[in-house]
Nanobody, 121 residues
Framework: QLQLVESGGGLVQPGGSLRLSCAPS????????IGWFRQAPGKEREGVSC????????NYADSVKGRFTISRDNTKNTVYLQMNSLKPEDTAVYYC??????????????WGQGTQVTVSS
């Protein structure tokens, strides 16, 4: 069963940047699309971005377009989310999860434990 681990969260000032990483525990990401999601306190989890298994296709939520970039390095078995121009409203726990394709359902059990991103002065 594919299980993912996120890292790279932290506290950053508005306008700052962070890079999140998503890597598998004991498996390979090669065959999976990977999605980033976030959940702010009191809000539902929302999709942020997704990248296909080949890396050739990506998509973004309107709220992060132009500021966030998703990428993957299959040689390092890692997917990244580069977050620039961060805003207080980006504050949330960020999760990654696997899918067979970006428009498909999240694979059960693939959710990571999440990494906290806090944007505050």
């Amino acid at each position: 069963q594919l299980q993912l681990v996120e890292s790279g969260g932290g506290l950053v000032q508005p306008g700052g940047s962070l890079r999140l990483s998503c890597a598998p525990s004991g498996s390979t990401l090669d065959y999976y699309a990977i999605g980033w999601f976030r959940q702010a306190p009191g809000k539902e989890r929302e999709g942020v971005s997704c990248i296909s298994s080949s890396g050739g296709s990506t998509n973004y939520a309107d709220s992060v377009k132009g500021r966030f970039t998703i990428s993957r390095d299959n040689t390092k078995n890692t997917v990244y989310l580069q977050m620039n121009s961060l805003k207080p409203e980006d504050t949330a726990v960020y999760y990654c999860a696997a899918r067979y394709y970006c428009s498909g359902p999240v694979l059960p059990g693939s959710w990571g434990q999440g990494t906290q991103v806090t944007v505050s002065s």
